[in-house]
């Protein structure tokens, strides 16, 4: 079985200040794909990254960045110089791969979610 | 670039009444998509995976009778909520993964913007 747990529920930051929001899974498979994504007050969701099991290189995309440690099974996020505009409720999210020709990948199992309030 | 298109975004029914949600993939092949509902404040829980040409796959726990779910084409999946009762309002929100030159594990996702159901 799948796991994955966001354990902070609500974060409350001032505007400017970085954030990281933590993400710790389980899975038996040895192949994976860990995703993160934002969800604004709309609903819909936001795809932010994917990343594969084999592929343990943290990852900056402008003030984005994601550290994955394989070691510890986390995916951790980190919102730098956050802005208002970053509130929304963040998932982390895992899919397997193990079936013949990855027809199990897709099938997401997400975390709780975080709630990120970045006041101005 | 790839859009996927869930359609309605909002609806309000009475009790009893069933409701259908469609999720269709604007330019590309979706063989595959998912289903996932979402209760408030809380996390996204898959529901079924619909395969094109065949049985919808149900996730344990999910009643097939209620949630009817179609993937009669290439691009469109319908997920029909039967005789629908308060308390299935909920975040319904649909995910298609792009098979087009066949599925693979770098196959991309993509979501639909989801519906809320309302059940008076």
Redesign the interface.
């Known amino acids: 079985a799948q796991k994955v747990t966001q354990a902070q529920t609500e974060i409350s930051v001032v505007e400017k200040e970085d954030v990281t929001l933590d993400c710790v899974y389980e899975t038996r498979d040895t ?1 994976y ?1 860990l995703f993160w ?1 934002k969800q604004p007050p ?4 936001v ?1 932010l990254i ?1 990343r ?1 099991s084999f592929d343990e290189q943290n990852e900056i995309s402008g003030r984005y960045s994601w550290n994955f440690q394989k070691s510890t099974s986390s995916f951790n996020f980190t919102i730098t110089a956050s802005q208002v505009v970053d509130s929304a409720v963040y ?1 982390c999210a895992l899919s397997g ?1 193990k079936a013949v ?3 199990s ?9 975080t709630i990120l309030t970045v006041h101005p | 670039g790839a859009v996927v298109s869930q359609h309605p975004s909002r609806v309000i029914c009475k009790s009893g009444t069933s409701v259908k949600i469609e999720c269709r993939s604007l330019d590309f092949q979706a063989t595959t998509m998912f289903w996932y509902r979402q209760f408030p404040k809380q996390s996204l829980m898959l529901m079924a995976t619909s395969n094109e040409g065949s049985k919808a796959t149900y996730e344990q726990g999910v009643e097939k009778d209620k949630f009817l779910i179609n993937h009669a084409s290439l691009t469109l999946s319908t997920l029909t909520v039967t005789s629908a009762h308060p308390e299935d309002s909920s975040f319904y929100i649909c995910s298609a993964r792009d098979g087009t030159g066949g599925a693979n594990l770098n196959s991309p996702l993509h979501f639909g913007n989801g519906t809320r159901l309302t059940v008076t």
Request: a positive charge; glycine letters at 24%; aromatic letters at 24%.
């Open positions: 192949t794909y994504y709309s609903g819909e969701l795809f994917r594969n998932f791969a020709g990855g027809t990948y897709g099938k997401l199992t997400f975390g709780q979610g």
